[in-house]
Every structure is written in structure tokens, then in C-alpha cells.
């Protein structure tokens, strides 16, 4: 077996968790980690193993091919960083494993295809859920048509962030970084990206693509004192007509999800973490149970070493994830503003010696979103709720197309 030597790019934060499995796995799997690269490697947990295989660190991509070079770099860098991160790589010749979200803007998105398409390389993007076998066999039935044509896709995925999440790095929660370039940290765009992305992965006609949106409209609200928001209740729609709903939020004070129901013609695909795997209902009586897509996270890992040794091409590409990002810039723009939460809605409370900010009612008001199929502006009541326009998506190719909401 020809062996796949591997860089990795960031080696704090996420890049701690490819660490490990590449220190661990890597013999298994026929690879070797050949260097790391980061400017500043203080966070990373695992120095010593870097000094012990003498594994040299670079602080940055040029250093680093200068004296060496990779079948594969994995990217873990910060969202802003993917695009040029990729392209240097794609330009060396080396394939490349890069963290989600692909990149901030569509743009930046198809400007990565094109060098892709140049190089002959790759490009696998770490939406880990796609390279679960229990996804793999539940797109699978969906391409064949075994559950019939999608109708409506609903997730929901409320995450509390404490205040020190948004001050762990100088972009977090940010528009745009210091030097200027889009970042549009957020939750559906970074902690929860992978179920958004999910909706369209599922639904795409091959296993290396997804379905692309054409319209968006997105409610964008924020309790933190961030530039960004941290709380989106988005609708959009597929070109075969199936209705995404998609609902997240970071200032609630109980973990919900992900949690989902996809509907199809002939039968509905839910599942709740923690309360049972990916299982189909048919409309006839049968079941069919997927499995948990959160088995194995590290595939997407060795499936993009395994795509290097075989000339494969990796189930979850730049494709397939770009909807992800067309849907993220296009329900940017849809609201006129991002609103504030009314502070007297807004509560905190000490969560494990950190802060925690939270709006009172917030995990109500988006489960009964979640459950009757409607954004908070479409609910009696929801007082703060304020609908965003609808955003024509078809031939939207370059982010912003207006002044963006902040």
C-alpha cells in the first residue's frame, strides 16, 4: 500500500481532534503526518509527539513548501483562511481535506472549483455527517426514489455558547475580520453548519452533490454583543420545488439537537440525538433505520486518504457544500437588519464559571416554530419577529449583492 503523507494546517482548536486520530491511525491507514503548519502552535495538545517523530512546524503554507511537500493537506484553519489556504495548496499540486464551512462567500466557493478543476487534485470538505454510512444510505434511497419526491426538510439545532465562545478568537461572531475580509461567523454558518448542509447533501441527485437553493428568506437575531448573529430561523427552497426550514440558536440555556424531520412522499426521515438513530417511517407501515450519523467522525480523514491512494473523488466536495454557502450569503441579505433581542427578554446566569446569555422563551418560540412548519414572524405572539425579504438565489454569484445586514 503506497503511502499518503499528510500536512495539517492549524494546529490548535479542530486541529487537535485530526491530531489525534492521525497519531493514532495513521499506520492503519497507510499515512503519515510529514508537518505541521501554524504561526502561532501553542494551542496544539500534542507538541511532544511533533519533537519526538521529529515532524517539522512551518508557520506557514510557502515555508512549508519550500522544504517539503504532501499528497494531502487538511485544512483546520479559521473560515476567512479556507479559500486562500485551499488555492496555495491546489497550486503545489496537493489534494486537500478543508474543515467547514467551504469558504465565507460563493465567490471565494467558485474561484476554489476553478483551481480545483485546474490541478487535477481534490478537494473533500469536513462536513462530517456525509461521510456517515447512515447518511450515505439514506441519500442513497433518496436518489433511487425509494421515499418518493422531498417535500419539506425541518431541522432544528439550539446550542448554548457561553461568552467566552465569542471571545476565544479575534473573529468569532465577527461580518468581516480586522483586515477586512468576510468571515460571517455564525451559528448556522460554523457550529451547526453541518445540519443546514445536511438538508442539501441529502437531496442531491448524486452522491457527490447536493441540491442547490433558489430563494431564501431568514430571520437574524442576536442576544451577544457581537456584530453577527447568533440566533437564525431560515426558509428556503430547493429547484425540485422541496422546502427547507432550518432553525438555530446559540443564547438558549438547554442543548436541543440536531433534531429533524425530513418529509417525503412516501415515507418521513427523523431523527433526535441522543433519542434513537436516523430511522424512515413509510407511509405503508415499513421502517428502515439508517443508523447514527455521528459514528465514526474521523471517515471524512481517511476517506480523503483513501481517495489520494485510489484517484477517487470524495463523497462530500466543493459541489456539494457550496449550497451551504449560497444559502448562508443569500440569508445575509435577507433581513433589512439583524434585530436585537429586547432586553427585557434577555437573561444571564453562570454556566460552569463562564456567562451565559440567553433570551427567555427563545427554546419555546423555535420549537413551536420548528413544529408547525413556520419562521417567529409567521407565529401569533412573537413580538420581536420581524420577516426578512426573499432572496432570488438562481443567479446570485457574488456576496454582497446590497448592503449587508449588521
Not at 73 to 78: D, E, G, R, S, T
Not at 285 to 303: H, I, M, S
Not at 347 to 365: A, C, K, M, N, P
Request: glycine share 8%; charged share 20%.
Amino acid at each position: 500500500m503506497a503511502e499518503v503523507t499528510v500536512a495539517l494546517v492549524a494546529l490548535g482548536g479542530y486541529g487537535n481532534f485530526y491530531l489525534q486520530h492521525l497519531f493514532e491511525g495513521q499506520a492503519a491507514h497507510g499515512c503519515r503526518l510529514v508537518a505541521g503548519i501554524d504561526p502561532d502552535p501553542s494551542g496544539c495538545h500534542y507538541l511532544d509527539r511533533f519533537e519526538a517523530h521529529g515532524i517539522p512546524i512551518y508557520p506557514d503554507l510557502e515555508s512549508f513548501y519550500r522544504q517539503q511537500s504532501a499528497d494531502l493537506v487538511v485544512i483546520a484553519a479559521p473560515p476567512h483562511l479556507h479559500a486562500p489556504f485551499t488555492l496555495t495548496a491546489l497550486r503545489q499540486g496537493s489534494n486537500v481535506l478543508c474543515e467547514k464551512p467551504l469558504a465565507p462567500t460563493i465567490q471565494e466557493a467558485r474561484e476554489m472549483m476553478a483551481a480545483e478543476a485546474a490541478s487535477g487534485c481534490f478537494v473533500a470538505i469536513g462536513y462530517q455527517w456525509s461521510f456517515s454510512p447512515a447518511i450515505q444510505a439514506l441519500k442513497a434511497d433518496v436518489m433511487v426514489g425509494s421515499l418518493g419526491c422531498p417535500r419539506r426538510l425541518r431541522t432544528k439545532v439550539l446550542w448554548p455558547r457561553t461568552r467566552s465562545y465569542y471571545h476565544r478568537n479575534n473573529w468569532a461572531g465577527r461580518i468581516k475580520t480586522d483586515d477586512g475580509r468576510w468571515v460571517l461567523d455564525s451559528p448556522a454558518s460554523n457550529a451547526t453548519a453541518h445540519y443546514l448542509h445536511n438538508c442539501f447533501y441529502v437531496l442531491g441527485t448524486t452522491v457527490a452533490s447536493s441540491a442547490m437553493p433558489v430563494d431564501v428568506v431568514a430571520e437574524l437575531y442576536r442576544a451577544n454583543p457581537i456584530e453577527n448573529y447568533d440566533t437564525a430561523a431560515i426558509r428556503c427552497h430547493t429547484e425540485e420545488g422541496a422546502e427547507i426550514l432550518y432553525y438555530t440558536a446559540h443564547p438558549v440555556h438547554q442543548e436541543v439537537g440536531p433534531t429533524l424531520r425530513y418529509e417525503f412522499e412516501r415515507a418521513v426521515v427523523t431523527y433526535d440525538r441522543g433519542a434513537g438513530p436516523l430511522r424512515a417511517e413509510f407511509n405503508d407501515g415499513r421502517t428502515k433505520v439508517y443508523g447514527d450519523p455521528y459514528a465514526d467522525e474521523a471517515a471524512k480523514l481517511w476517506q480523503s486518504v483513501a481517495c489520494v491512494r485510489t484517484g477517487d473523488r470524495p463523497v462530500c466536495g466543493l459541489a456539494a457544500a457550496s449550497a451551504h454557502t449560497l444559502c448562508i450569503n443569500g440569508a445575509q441579505e435577507s433581513p433589512a437588519q439583524i434585530r436585537t433581542f429586547p432586553d427585557s427578554l434577555i437573561r444571564s446566569e453562570g454556566h460552569g464559571g463562564d456567562e451565559l446569555i440567553y433570551v427567555d422563551g427563545l427554546l419555546d418560540t423555535l420549537g413551536r416554530c420548528y413544529d408547525e412548519g413556520r419562521l417567529p414572524s409567521e407565529c401569533e405572539g412573537v413580538m420581536w419577529a420581524q420577516r426578512g425579504r426573499q432572496v432570488d438565489l438562481r443567479h446570485y454569484d457574488r456576496f454582497p449583492t446590497h448592503v449587508t445586514a449588521g
